[in-house]
């Protein structure tokens, strides 16, 4: 891939929050963007404001005749293993002699020629990339990021302020993170996921520790509780009081529903920390991104300021209504883990209250893949109102459904309901005063009814 010539990019699957970040750099750079998704969304039309040519027709025919020119060295075609093999778009693209590249090759490619800041882990990347790159930016570090979420500092997945430095979320899904080039690189955590992809948490395992050997990187930062062999120049980072990491938040309060601390670092002590973020998975990210920004030479007077004034990413752990009377979150969690810190969050913030959880199940895989672990997980609400599962990117698998996820649970307080049937249901519950807490939790597209759920509550 050489920048320096290309004249035009066609994505397949442009409307994804990877993928349009992406289209996004290529747009910046002033070179011609077009591309394919399914529907349409807020992000593209965003990106059609900013110039891209965007078709929502899988037909040959719907893409722009200036890209379907063979042999061109200034045309480069991207696209998402999301795509279905037999898309028509994909076929011939990939038949013919184009430059034909997955979205983590075009990233890895970027990373070789730019000191690149990764962050890689089964939960928590998206989170720390984000606050990583606001830090930098916030700074006035000339950075980009490359973000897997909206955040809601820049209403945007892609941050830039020049080209020093490159943070990207370095995504374990179908190795793609094996294609960067990193020059230092952070593991959140490494819990089983993606099965369908891995087989065993020993092949997830083995890629993990693939990442962390990588040649370019000069220093790695592990979270506690992550065991890696073999890796070299690693520092350790935590929260727990007497762990003896080697970057750690001390001395932790909540106040005013915010987390106060001090960070003690190789450095020395810093005091006086503060992160609006509530629930110790955001309070480890936050480590992580410091430990990353302060290697990388920002000030620590620079690095409290931008935490302060961190706001977070959209549906992770966002508040949609917030008063006394009603709280309302909205959050992406959809592994069993991610849910478990999603409860010890709300409790932690809003004590002796109900919660009750609206949860739509993200893959037939995962699902059969956690079942057990996310029937206690969702046990801990209070209430759970299960929706069918989002199928994404999969086909059914025989004898997983929710009936099934739901028979494994224990408590006696939760309901099926069916997509359609939710606002009728919440409209309800609100009407009669049952609900205290609600959140909704998923990575399917739950997320397309927090506006209307929203305006319920308020009514």
Same mark, same amino acid.
């Given at each position: 891939?050489?920048?320096?010539?290309?004249?035009?990019?066609?994505?397949?699957?442009?409307?994804?929050?990877?993928?349009?970040?992406?289209?996004?750099?290529?747009?910046?750079?002033?070179?011609?963007?077009?591309?394919?998704?399914?529907?349409?969304?807020?992000?593209?039309?965003?990106?059609?404001?900013?110039?891209?040519?965007?078709?929502?027709?899988?037909?040959?025919?719907?893409?722009?005749?200036?890209?379907?020119?063979?042999?061109?060295?200034?045309?480069?075609?991207?696209?998402?293993?999301? *795509?279905?093999?037999?898309?028509?778009?994909?076929?011939?693209?990939?038949?013919?002699?184009?430059?034909?590249?997955?979205?983590?090759?075009?990233?890895?490619?970027?990373?070789?020629?730019?000191?690149?800041?990764?962050? $890689?882990?089964?939960?928590?990347?998206?989170?720390?990339?984000?606050?990583?790159?606001?830090?930098?930016?916030?700074?006035?570090?000339?950075?980009?990021?490359?973000?897997?979420?909206?955040?809601?500092?820049?209403?945007?997945?892609?941050?830039?302020?020049?080209?020093?430095?490159?943070?990207?979320?370095?995504?374990?899904?179908?190795?793609?993170?094996?294609?960067?080039?990193?020059?230092?690189?952070? *593991?959140?955590?490494?819990?089983?996921?993606?099965?369908?992809?891995?087989?065993?948490?020993?092949?997830?395992?083995?890629?993990?520790?693939?990442?962390?050997?990588?040649?370019?990187?000069?220093?790695?930062?592990?979270?506690?509780?992550?065991?890696?062999?073999?890796?070299?120049?690693?520092?350790?980072?935590?929260?727990?009081?007497?762990?003896?990491?080697?970057?750690?938040?001390?001395?932790?309060?909540?106040?005013?529903?915010?987390?106060?601390?001090?960070?003690?670092?190789?450095?020395?002590?810093?005091?006086?920390?503060?992160?609006?973020?509530?629930?110790?998975?955001?309070?480890?990210?936050?480590?992580?991104?410091?430990?990353?920004?302060?290697?990388?030479?920002?000030?620590?007077?620079?690095?409290?300021?931008?935490?302060?004034?961190?706001?977070?990413?959209?549906?992770?752990?966002?508040?949609?209504?917030?008063?006394?009377?009603?709280?309302?979150?909205?959050?992406?969690?959809?592994?069993?883990?991610?849910?478990?810190?999603?409860?010890?969050?709300?409790?932690?913030?809003?004590?002796?209250?109900?919660?009750? $959880?609206?949860?739509?199940?993200?893959?037939?895989?995962?699902?059969?893949?956690?079942?057990?672990?996310?029937?206690?997980?969702?046990?801990?609400?209070?209430?759970?109102?299960?929706?069918?599962?989002?199928?994404?990117?999969?086909?059914?698998?025989?004898?997983?459904?929710?009936?099934?996820?739901?028979?494994?649970?224990?408590?006696?307080?939760?309901?099926?309901?069916?997509?359609?049937? *939710?606002?009728?249901?919440?409209?309800?519950?609100?009407?009669?005063?049952?609900?205290?807490?609600?959140?909704?939790?998923?990575?399917?597209?739950?997320?397309?009814?927090?506006?209307?759920?929203?305006? *319920?509550?308020?009514?």
């Amino acid at each position: 891939m050489n920048i320096e010539v290309l004249k035009r990019v066609y994505f397949i699957g442009i409307g994804g929050i990877g993928m349009s970040a992406l289209a996004k750099y290529f747009l910046e750079l002033g070179i011609e963007v077009a591309g394919y998704d399914k529907t349409p969304s807020t992000i593209t039309k965003g990106l059609e404001k900013q110039g891209a040519n965007i078709t929502f027709d899988s037909a040959l025919s719907a893409v722009p005749q200036n890209f379907l020119k063979c042999d061109l060295e200034d045309i480069l075609i991207i696209y998402t293993p999301a *795509i279905p093999n037999d898309h028509p778009q994909l076929q011939y693209f990939n038949s013919g002699n184009f430059e034909f590249l997955k979205r983590a090759q075009v990233l890895g490619e970027i990373s070789k020629n730019t000191h690149t800041l990764a962050v $890689a882990g089964t939960h928590g990347k998206t989170t720390t990339s984000t606050l990583l790159a606001h830090l930098l930016y916030d700074a006035g570090i000339k950075v980009t990021g490359f973000l897997g979420g909206i955040s809601e500092n820049y209403h945007s997945n892609y941050i830039s302020s020049g080209t020093d430095v490159v943070v990207v979320e370095a995504d374990e899904f179908d190795r793609s993170f094996l294609q960067l080039s990193p020059n230092s690189a952070a *593991i959140t955590n490494v819990d089983a996921d993606h099965l369908d992809i891995y087989k065993t948490p020993d092949q997830l395992q083995q890629a993990f520790t693939d990442f962390s050997s990588k040649e370019s990187l000069k220093k790695v930062f592990i979270a506690e509780g992550v065991h890696i062999n073999g890796i070299r120049n690693a520092q350790t980072l935590g929260v727990l009081e007497g762990a003896n990491c080697d970057y750690q938040a001390v001395n932790i309060k909540v106040t005013e529903g915010r987390y106060t601390f001090d960070l003690q670092t190789p450095k020395g002590l810093f005091l006086d920390l503060k992160l609006a973020m509530p629930g110790l998975h955001n309070l480890r990210n936050a480590v992580t991104a410091l430990a990353m920004a302060m290697e990388y030479g920002v000030p620590i007077d620079q690095l409290k300021k931008g935490l302060l004034s961190f706001k977070g990413i959209q549906r992770r752990f966002s508040y949609q209504v917030n008063t006394k009377e009603l709280v309302y979150i909205d959050d992406y969690a959809h592994h069993p883990t991610e849910i478990k810190a999603l409860h010890q969050a709300i409790s932690q913030m809003h004590p002796n209250q109900k919660i009750t $959880a609206i949860f739509q199940p993200h893959l037939f895989s995962r699902t059969k893949d956690f079942a057990e672990d996310f029937a206690k997980s969702l046990d801990l609400f209070d209430e759970v109102l299960l929706l069918d599962i989002y199928p994404a990117r999969e086909l059914p698998i025989e004898g997983v459904d929710s009936d099934w996820l739901f028979d494994l649970m224990k408590s006696k307080n939760n309901k099926r309901i069916s997509l359609e049937n *939710i606002e009728k249901e919440i409209k309800k519950r609100h009407k009669e005063k049952e609900i205290e807490i609600l959140t909704t939790i998923g990575a399917g597209d739950i997320g397309t009814y927090v506006t209307s759920l929203k305006e *319920i509550i308020l009514s």
